[in-house]
């Protein structure tokens, strides 16, 4: 007489469908922890641009000749706008300030006229400078400032008394302010025309040219990538 089967006893356990539940539901929080550590990773660099777009590093693209030529139209510059001094929104001051603009810097700052715009320009007179133009030679505070940076497209002065393009003031730079020009002399809208520059609506020093695009002839100049801005 045979013996009774006996159950079976392989290696592989049977599972059931309630013991299969754990596992499964187990990978939803293991989504969401990925998705979460995305999101975070993503705020975290948000955060961090905004920062540095606020209150480190700036970049601006030249959009006219007014500065040629030192900068080009198409040149695509970095601002540190760390180094004057750190920009309160809202509040129009700065704090903790490294350095004050210096005679021969270039700063971006907001457009007096139309606070909409920024503008760049060199700065020529501090806080308390006296500033004379005679026949396109400026003085500052009476002795001759000679800038190599200045460029006259137009040649000699007109020698008309009454054009502030060539003959200018004198006028003494009030406090917190500073007293700009383009270096393309005789093609900027500056100082000259529409007063001075409050310190605190001064963004930052241009100090590098990260890129240039020549919009014309639709060619890259390579030569003016990473030159330092003087």
Same mark, same amino acid.
Do not use: C
């Given at each position: ?28 929080? !293991? +989504? ?8 975070? #990773?993503? %705020?975290?660099?948000?955060?961090? =641009?905004?920062?540095? $777009? ?82 396109? !030679? +400026? ?8 800038? #190599?940076? %200045?460029?006259?497209?137009?040649? =000699?002065?007109?020698? $008309? ?70």
């Amino acid at each position: 007489m045979s013996a009774p089967l006996e159950p079976s006893t392989s290696a592989t356990p049977s599972v059931t469908p309630s013991q299969e539940l754990p596992s499964v539901a187990g990978e939803q929080p !293991r +989504v969401k922890s990925v998705l979460r550590e995305y999101a975070e #990773a993503f %705020a975290i660099a948000l955060v961090l =641009a905004l920062f540095i $777009r606020s209150f480190v590093i700036q970049a601006f693209k030249i959009p006219s000749g007014s500065m040629l030529p030192t900068l080009q139209i198409g040149d695509h510059i970095l601002v540190n706008k760390f180094i004057y001094g750190i920009h309160l929104p809202f509040v129009g001051t700065r704090v903790l300030p490294i350095s004050n603009p210096q005679r021969g810097d270039i700063v971006v700052f907001v457009y007096p006229v139309d606070p909409s715009k920024d503008f760049i320009k060199r700065v020529v007179g501090l806080p308390g400078d006296r500033v004379k133009i005679r026949a396109k !030679r +400026v003085y500052i505070n009476g002795e001759p400032w000679d800038d #190599a940076h %200045a460029y006259f497209a137009d040649g =000699a002065a007109t020698g $008309r008394a009454d054009s502030p393009r060539d003959n200018y003031g004198p006028v003494t730079v009030p406090d917190g302010h500073l007293f700009v020009m383009g270096d393309n002399r005789d093609r900027s809208y500056d100082s000259r025309f529409w007063g001075f520059v409050d310190l605190n609506e001064v963004r930052g020093k241009a100090f590098l040219i990260y890129w240039s695009w020549d919009g014309k002839d639709h060619w890259v100049r390579w030569d003016r990538l990473g030159d330092l801005i003087h």
